[in-house]
């Protein structure tokens, strides 16, 4: 009884679903707040995020003539849905108790799913800029999930398991990846950047270019749930990188109530995703947009060369020293 | 070594050429010669780039001028008159290419018709302007009757 | 994809102003591009007919908002010329100041709006800060931020008084300080290479070819500058350097203007170093004798250049204005053919279209369909109509 009413708690209220939009809007009022104070603009109130979602729920919802409202309706939910449970398998406080062999794999595909829905959305709005800019989400899509993938199958390489909370394991016994990997760290931090479609890869939503991409036709209650969906993206995606190479929230000892070291592990995952929010705030802002023929260059010449090595030097790493 | 003098001279066979400034000479032509005029400019007298085409209403008569500058920093002024009823003057859009624009908006603006230049629709009056007002001739004045484009809407 | 018709405009973030570009496009490679240049269009050359010269410089001021300053100061330097007036050196001098004053918050305006094409909102932010400097400085001089107002028919309206000439100067070491910033950073931001280097490229026959002016045609190694082929004001007098560059792509161009950033700083130090003393106006005869002139200034954007033909009344018989952004037009239209969707917007900003100077609103009485001129009175009984009609609610 107490053991599915403790899961309810987990997965509706802490750290799930009201704790995790909450910290969506935290994070994406500081990443918008340290991007205005580098650019010596003042930045939102920390109320900005909510009091966006608020509004643009009150907003008449605009049909095309034409398109399929109902499936419009649909996959703003369902890109949604699908980022919210990834972070249930991602641990907060300690190991996620969700957790099982291959949650790592369920993760990174629940990840990719917004781009698709944006594709989706694009290819269904009968406009002309939105076509183009689903196009061109989907594109970058193949360009950096490979990366993406294997910088993000090398910590589980040599951790020796797929599941995410094993990984935090290992971690805590031995060594953070990042120091182990770091190639693999940079990478995957890249490929974060292009999921989120933030700065430099912008693409599909190229405000000069398409006007808004996959997001111009998306308006009122559409609109409010796929901006949500992205904030939490951002937060899932921030919390993967934490558990894979930073060591996720686990100090290197364990501490004697067990109630202390779950609040010693929920303020470092609070410390240290806020420093990748640091990292990817300076990024986009110290950048400006590169064109899809530019990203496909980088992306398989550098970031998925890169990778390919970053797996090799792993397996070698593995075959020597950590499997004797 | 181009001079002032010199294009004075050459030009002086293809009509009245005299020197209206320090660096601007000035040739009265017909229009039959202004595009032998002009070849001779960029060929001979190393003009290689067209400043713009002006166009003026005297009442009874049409002006065109076509002003030619070259690295000797001297312009050439080649002016062309024409008669009032259906003005048309060669199209020299093949040897000076930005003509094309200016023949165009010339033409929206004046009426003066340019045979020869591909492309010789509306740019700068918008697309329902009435086919046959030429808004800055001096006799051009907004007819009641006319409709010059934007959305009719009911008096509220 | 196959081909498709792309609408960029009339109403299109990439534009600061309404144009409709029609690009056929195949995928991401445009084929063909079709102008329509009517959306800003107001009759001024008409209008400038029926006023007579003191009327007609606030006309032509609002042209453009940017370079208001250019058209006013070129039609009246030749009016001057018809009427073979000569202004004292004093208002040379504070003519040219301003001149420059608006080259430098046009470029960087060009500069931030370059950069918010690409997506790189940091520098414009930056930018426009910087921005702000010049625009406090020609309100200190002139009262406004743009239609400065400052010339008439034989001078300057309005004199510079000693404590506005030192608050200028103590602005601009941390505006030259600024520019060298921007000159580094242009020439090091990796994105920023990417974006520019190799985009809508014109050879310097190219550029004679297609009438291309100013910093587009200055960045194909084209050394036109009416400042220097043809000195009018004070240009004669300050030394200063013509900009060129060779590489002829969007990047060269950015680099002009930056240049001209850093020569504009210079010429506007020299002048209120070495301004002279004296009258700042000509007593200006009211007729001008009948002649013509072709009057050429260097705009921000490039050429400009005013045909006026005077006829004995206190009127000009005609303006003809031909504006830098309208001789670029062409340019554009050739070297956008082949280049990719996601260049549109750069090639674009890169001639810095200026469409109000452009197309020069026939008023329509939308009511009942018929066109005229709507009175000021109408306009006055129309409006106060409204308000009653919303107060009955």
């Not at chain 1, 589980?156 to 031995?174: C, F, R």
């Not at chain 1, 004697?256 to 609070?270: D, R, Y």
């Not at chain 3, 910087?130 to 028919?153: C, F, K, P, W």
Request: hydrophobic share 45%.
């Amino acid at each position: 009884m107490t053991d599915s009413l403790f899961l309810l708690v987990y997965i509706f209220l802490f750290p799930g679903f009201a704790f995790l939009i909450l910290y969506a809007w935290a994070l994406s009022f500081l990443d918008r707040k340290i991007a205005a104070r580098m650019q010596q603009r003042v930045g939102p109130p920390f109320y900005q995020p909510f009091a966006d979602f608020i509004k643009m729920l009150a907003k008449e919802v605009i049909n095309p003539r034409g398109v399929d409202w109902r499936l419009f309706d649909a996959i703003p939910l369902v890109a949604l849905a699908a980022v919210m449970t990834a972070f249930l398998y991602i641990p907060v406080t300690g190991a996620s108790p969700l957790a099982f062999p291959g949650d790592l794999v369920v993760v990174l595909y629940l990840l990719s799913l917004p781009a698709v829905a944006l594709f989706l959305l694009g290819w269904l709005s009968r406009n002309i800029f939105a076509a183009i800019g689903g196009v061109r989400a989907v594109t970058m899509l193949f360009i950096y999930e490979v990366p993406f993938f294997l910088a993000a199958l090398t910590p589980a390489l040599m951790a020796g398991s797929w599941s995410i909370s094993d990984i935090v394991l290992w971690q805590q016994k031995n060594l953070w990846f990042v120091f182990l990997q770091p190639i693999g760290f940079v990478v995957a931090l890249v490929g974060l950047q292009a999921k989120l479609e933030r700065t430099p890869f912008d693409i599909p939503e190229a405000e000069t270019e398409v006007i808004a991409g996959p997001w111009t036709e998306l308006t009122g209650r559409r609109l409010a749930l796929m901006d949500l969906c992205v904030q939490v993206s951002l937060v899932a995606g921030s919390a993967l990188i934490v558990a894979l190479f930073l060591g996720g929230p686990a100090l290197p000892w364990t501490l004697s109530p067990p109630w202390l070291n779950a609040l010693a592990g929920f303020l470092l995952f609070l410390i240290k995703t806020l420093a990748i929010i640091l990292i990817l705030a300076s990024i986009r802002v110290a950048t400006g947009r590169i064109r899809i023929d530019q990203l496909n260059d980088i992306g398989w010449k550098y970031l998925a060369g890169a990778a390919l090595v970053q797996v090799g030097i792993a397996l070698v790493i593995n075959y020597l020293w950590v499997t004797p | 070594m181009t001079t002032i003098s010199t294009i004075t001279e050459r030009l002086q066979g293809f009509g009245t050429a005299e020197q209206v400034r320090s660096n601007r000479v000035r040739l009265k032509t017909t229009p039959d010669r202004v595009r032998d005029a002009i070849t001779v400019s960029q060929v001979m007298l190393g003009c290689d780039r067209l400043v713009t085409i002006s166009a003026l209403d005297h009442g009874t008569t049409f002006e065109l001028l076509y002003h030619l500058i070259g690295p000797h920093r001297i312009i050439i002024s080649l002016s062309v008159s024409l008669q009032r009823d259906h003005p048309s003057s060669p199209t020299v859009s093949d040897l000076l290419p930005p003509a094309g624009i200016y023949e165009r908006q010339i033409h929206d603006l004046f009426g003066i018709m340019f045979p020869g230049n591909p492309d010789l629709k509306k740019i700068i009056l918008n697309e329902d302007w009435p086919a046959d007002e030429y808004p800055l001739r001096k006799d051009w004045k907004p007819r009641p009757e006319s409709f010059y484009g934007g959305i009719k809407t009911e008096r509220l | 994809m196959a081909e498709v018709v792309i609408p960029i405009g009339p109403q299109h973030p990439a534009l600061k102003e309404p144009v409709n570009f029609r690009i056929i496009a195949d995928g991401e490679k445009i084929v063909r591009l079709e102008l329509d240049l009517s959306y800003n269009h107001r009759g001024i050359e008409k209008a400038a007919e029926q006023r007579n010269f003191i009327r007609v410089l606030p006309l032509l001021e609002r042209v453009c908002g940017i370079c208001s300053h250019s058209h006013a100061t070129n039609f009246a330097k030749g009016v001057e010329e018809i009427m073979a007036l000569e202004i004292p050196p004093r208002a040379r001098y504070i003519r040219t100041i301003i001149a420059e004053l608006e080259r430098m918050h046009s470029h960087l305006l060009w500069l931030g709006v370059a950069a918010h094409e690409i997506g790189f909102n940091t520098l414009f932010m930056w930018t426009w800060r910087d921005r702000e400097a010049v625009q406090d400085t020609l309100e200190e001089m002139s009262g406004n931020r743009v239609h400065y107002g400052m010339n008439e028919i034989g001078g300057v309206r309005r004199d510079l008084t000693p404590a506005q000439i030192q608050a200028a100067l103590s602005r601009l070491p941390v505006l030259e300080e600024r520019v060298r910033q921007y000159r580094q950073m242009v020439e090091s931001e990796e994105t920023l290479l990417m974006r520019f280097r190799g985009v809508g490229r014109l050879s310097k026959e190219e550029v004679l070819k297609y009438g291309a002016v100013g910093p587009t045609a200055r960045a194909s190694g084209v050394d036109y500058d009416v400042r220097k082929d043809d000195p009018y004001l004070a240009y004669a007098e300050v030394p200063f350097n013509v900009v060129t560059d060779t590489s002829g792509d969007v990047y060269g161009r950015t680099r002009v203007r930056v240049g001209e950033l850093g020569e504009s700083l210079k010429i506007v130090r020299y002048c209120l170093e070495h301004i002279p003393e004296g009258p700042i106006r000509a007593d200006a005869p009211h007729t001008a004798p009948e002649g013509e002139t072709l009057s050429r200034y260097e705009a921000p954007r490039g050429e400009l250049a005013h045909f006026i033909r005077t006829n004995g009344t206190d009127k000009a018989e005609r303006i003809d204005i031909r504006t830098p952004t309208l001789a670029n037009w062409t340019s554009v239209a050739v070297c956008l053919v082949n280049q990719n969707l996601a260049d549109i917007p750069v090639i674009v900003a890169a001639i810095d279209p200026c469409l109000s100077c452009t197309s020069r609103l026939t008023v329509v009485n939308r009511n009942d369909g018929t066109a005229g001129v709507i009175t000021f009175d109408e306009l006055r009984r129309r409006r106060d109509r409204q308000w009653d009609r919303q107060e009955l609610r």
